[in-house]
Every structure is written in C-alpha cells, then in structure tokens.
C-alpha cells in the first residue's frame, strides 16, 4: 500500500526599505520603530572594519542611540568589526565570528543583528545570522552605493568557497533595509562609482527611461553631487525590488534576468584576486554583454555606442587583462552551476529590454573582448 500526503503552504514577507539621513541622530525614530513590540530585544551590530575606521565615532553614536531608546531595545555586546571587503567573505573565521557571539551573547530568534557595511560585510551577516538557530532576525545597514541601489533590498546572503563566489548561501529576507545616505559622502571615488553600474544594469534590462535619466545625470553623478546619487539609489532600488517581488526571488528556476552583464563579473573579479571590485566588474560585464549584442545584432552600435559613453562619462574602466584567455570561458559553465538547470544568459533585445539566450557564442566573446580592448586604447589615447 503506497500512502502519500502533500503539504502545501505559502509565508508571505514583508519588509520597510527605508531612506534617511542621521539614522542614529536619536531624534530619528526609523530605528526604533523597527524594533518596537512586546519585548524588549537584544541587538548585536556588525560593523564593517573600512565603515568603523571611516567614521571613528559610530560606535559611541550606536550606544548612544540605543541609551536613549533603552525602553526599545538594548545591546547584547560590544558591536563587533567585519573585515571590510571580499576578504570577509573569503575567511571562514569572519562568519563563524558572528555564529560564537549569538552564542556568547545569548542571541535567541527574538533577537536581532543588525549589520552597518558594505555588500560583502551583509552577506557574510546575513549568512551567518541565517544559519544560527536556524535564523536570527536580520537588519540591513547598507552604507554603499552597490548595496543601497541593489544588493541590501534582495534576500541573498553568502560566503565565498572552493575559490568559487556565493558558493555557500541563503535565501532569507531581512526584517528591514535602512539605508543613511550621509554614510556616501565618505566614500572614495572607486566605490562612490561603482555601485552605479547596478543600476545601469537594471535601466538596460528593463526602462529605457531610467537610462535616459542617467545619461542626462552621469556628469553630475561623476561630479559626487548628492541629490542625484540620492534620486538614483532610491530608483533603482525600488525597480530591484518590485522585480524581486514578481518573478524568482529564491530562483528556483535557471533565470536570473538581474544577473546581466554578472556572469563574467564573477569571473573577473576572482581571476583579478579581488583587484576590479563588484561593481567595476559588473560594468565591464555590461560592456561586454552590451558589446555581444551588438555583433549578434541585436542592438544598434548607436545604442552600444550610448552604453559606452555613460560609462566613460562615470568614469568606468572598461577592459581589463584578465579578460583575455579560456579562464572567462570557464566563468560560463561556472554561472550555469551555480543556477542549476541549462545556461541562461540575460543580453540586450534593445535598450531597455533584455532577453534570454542558452548559449553563447565563444568566438563571439572573444571579438566582444577586442572591442573592448580597442575601446579602452582609443579611450586611453584620448586621455593623455
């Protein structure tokens, strides 16, 4: 006799996305209220080390936030410091820190950590708070371009492993993203940079109005002027979100359409031993993607022309070394692994559309790195 019973049900989550400025000015109730209810939890934050060198007075500005909403919540500890970087991400020690102090500290699932850092530094939270007592309630204090516009909002965390990127990870939303914009304005070129290739990624794939306005806003985003930096973080961050929330968001399918221009980024960013950091390797990744479109025809060289200029306008570096060779070939199969299933690869249809594609043309990528690579010569001529 053969017995089979299904089970069926559905958990519905839902979390602020929160944009201020002072987060822990203690007239600034947005904390608080997140952590307001019938008990009074304990809170453990992690700062990033290059946040807590940057800005020498956080930690007193924590403890004095959470004095004068002692009736709130209270501190399990001494905030503790991440390395900051990928490095975090590449050293078991980091995450397993966080896992010894819920247990030095008595985090329970009623508690909460909060995380204040960069993209890696809430992975590597995020996939440590995930994985203790099967969960401990996370929040997100992105201090990054990168992880304001994009990484913070989703429900990714993770590790590096086997010299392989989010090898080991999670898919556990945080309880909440607050996001302080004054934690930008000490940002070096390169990260204030950076991050914006996520939302040129996202405006490709999916509105051409938003890349219009980026184009119209690249020198005043080059120039770090505040008020479009803030008007793009908060786009870009609520299309990352609305996608989220209407396709995959534990991609349990082999489609990830917010990934374009990422499969090589991956790549480059381990063959550069960490050298080109995410978010230059993910506009080197749209480079190359946008370049592939053009030669399949897919995309007009005006248009592939436009995604170029916004980027040299920023002031992205488009070609790097590593690029050339089979080893970028390897980041393809590498990319289907880690989704599972056949290869999907999101390309441009055109701009402000994307499409899906199952293969890739490896003769066409090489000629897609020349262009490239001549690009970035010419750029290089003109510049001296």
């Known amino acids: 006799m053969n017995t089979i019973l299904e089970q069926s049900f559905s958990v519905p989550f839902r979390y602020p996305v929160a944009f201020t400025e002072n987060l822990f000015d203690p007239q600034n109730q947005i904390l608080a209220n997140v952590l307001r209810g019938d008990r009074v939890p304990k809170v453990l934050f992690v700062i990033d080390s290059g946040v807590a060198d940057t800005h020498p007075h956080l930690i007193a500005e924590v403890k004095n936030y959470a004095s004068a909403h002692a009736e709130v919540f ?31 500290y008595g985090i329970d699932r009623h508690s ?96 051409l109005s938003f890349f219009e306005w980026l184009e119209n806003a690249g020198e005043a985003l080059a120039r770090r002027e505040m008020e479009p930096m803030k008007v793009h973080i908060i786009r870009s961050a609520k299309m990352h979100m609305d996608h989220i929330a209407g396709k995959d968001p534990f991609e349990f399918g082999s489609s990830r359409p917010l990934d374009f221009g990422h499969w090589a980024a991956h790549k480059l960013e381990k063959l550069s031993d960490f050298r080109i950091r995410h978010g230059e390797a993910v506009a080197i990744g749209i480079a190359l993607d946008s370049a592939y479109s053009y030669l399949q025809g897919r995309i007009t060289e005006s248009d592939f022309n436009r995604i170029i200029q ?72 003109h510049a001296s």
């Not at 970087?85 to 819920?102: D, L, P, R, S």
């Not at 995380?115 to 007592?133: E, P, Q, R, W």
């Not at 000490?186 to 040129?200: F, K, P, Q, V, Y």
């Open 310 to 381: 916004l980027m040299h306008t920023l002031g992205f570096e488009l070609f790097a070394p590593e690029l050339q060779g089979e080893n970028l070939i390897k980041g393809l199969k590498e990319f289907q692994e880690h989704l599972g299933g056949q290869l999907t690869i999101m390309l441009l249809e055109k701009l402000g559309k994307g499409v899906e594609v199952h293969e890739m043309d490896h003769d066409l990528i090489f000629k897609s790195v020349e262009i490239l690579r001549r690009l970035e010569k010419k750029s290089a001529v």
């Open 112 to 207: 909460y950590i909060a995380a204040i850092g960069g993209g890696a530094v809430l992975d590597m939270v995020g996939f440590a708070a995930a994985i203790s007592h099967r969960g401990i309630r996370l929040i997100r204090i992105p201090t990054t371009v990168l992880s304001q516009n994009d990484s913070a909002v989703g429900v990714k965390n993770s590790v590096n492993a086997f010299g392989k990127k989010n090898y080991l990870g999670t898919f556990v939303p945080p309880v909440a993203v607050l996001n302080d914009f004054n934690f930008l304005k000490t940002l070096d070129d390169r990260d204030w940079r950076a991050g914006i290739s996520e939302a040129i990624k996202v405006a490709l794939i999916k509105d």
């Open 74 to 104: 209270t501190l399990a500890a001494e905030p503790l410091i991440a390395i900051g970087g990928e490095a975090c991400k590449n050293e078991e020690t980091e995450y397993h820190k966080i896992v010894e102090a819920t247990h030095l």
